[in-house]
């Protein structure tokens, strides 16, 4: 079974609305790590943001927050205000505990295609 | 300065040849990684280096060879390669691998054609 699934190959929003990409996670460990990446063309991968399996706030960074709901093991990226720099893949990834079959390594999802429309 | 830095940027190398990547960090991590990605797939990891030890292979052909002569750099050494080992090649490092809230950051790639 995948641990993470990211249901949404590709999407389109218009400059400057927000646009919700979707994670879904799999895990029986308690300690665990989420994370969202994001990879232009050019083909670096620059992280975005982190949610810990403990934390109860949302993570935010700028215009990124992660809606995170654990019950549902849900962890989607928000992304406020859209640029056309936005335009790239997006990768949820998540590193499980010592219990956890990834062991601390970190397990990623298909990834996203977002495309921003001017 | 979360600077993960890789050369070369691109490299063509043919099937007889032995070339190397290179990587280096300078935020004082201790766990460094090498990840294979291929157009429209998620990274797939390599090798994973703890404290300049070798502690995961994920079951790689031996025709690459991973190096890490100090704790900021690591390299990766290419010899005999196939045509389907053209790919990009990550390099991530993060503070270690005992934790499951530590971010890795990762280096631009190098992207590797082979002919």
């Known amino acids: 079974a995948q641990k993470i699934t990211q249901t949404q190959p590709g999407m389109f929003v218009q400059e400057k609305e927000a646009v919700t990409l979707d994670c879904t996670y799999d895990?029986?460990?308690?300690?665990?790590?989420l994370f969202w990446y994001k990879q232009p063309s050019s083909g670096e991968m620059i992280f975005l943001i982190y949610?810990?399996?403990?934390?109860?706030q949302n993570a935010t960074e700028g215009r990124y927050s992660l809606n995170f709901q654990k019950a549902r093991k849900s962890a989607n990226l928000v992304i406020s205000a859209s640029q056309l720099g936005d335009s790239a893949m997006y990768f949820c990834?998540?590193?499980?505990?010592?219990?956890?079959?990834?062991?601390?390594?970190?397990?990623f999802g298909k990834g996203t295609k977002l495309s921003v429309i001017p | 300065d979360t600077e993960v830095t890789q050369t070369p940027k691109h490299l063509v190398m043919g099937m007889t040849n032995k070339k190397s990547l290179k990587c280096e960090q300078h935020?004082?991590?201790?766990?460094m990684y090498w990840y294979k990605q291929k157009a429209k797939k998620p990274p797939e990891l390599m090798f994973v280096?703890?404290?300049?030890?070798?502690?995961i292979n994920e079951s790689v052909p031996s025709r690459f060879s991973p190096e890490c002569p100090n704790s900021s750099l690591l390299n990766l050494h290419l010899h005999a390669l196939q045509p389907e080992d053209s790919a990009l090649y990550l390099c991530?490092?993060?503070?270690?691998?005992?934790?499951?809230?530590?971010?890795?950051?990762f280096g631009p790639g190098t992207r590797l054609t082979v002919l």
């Open positions: 990834a998540m590193r499980e505990g010592p219990s956890g079959a990834g062991s601390y390594q970190l397990t």
């Open positions: 280096y703890s404290y300049e030890k070798l502690s």
């Open positions: 991530a490092s993060s503070q270690d691998t005992g934790n499951p809230y530590n971010e890795q950051f």
């Open positions: 935020m004082g991590h201790r766990a």
């Open positions: 895990t029986s460990d308690q300690s665990y790590g």
């Open positions: 949610q810990g399996s403990y934390d109860e």
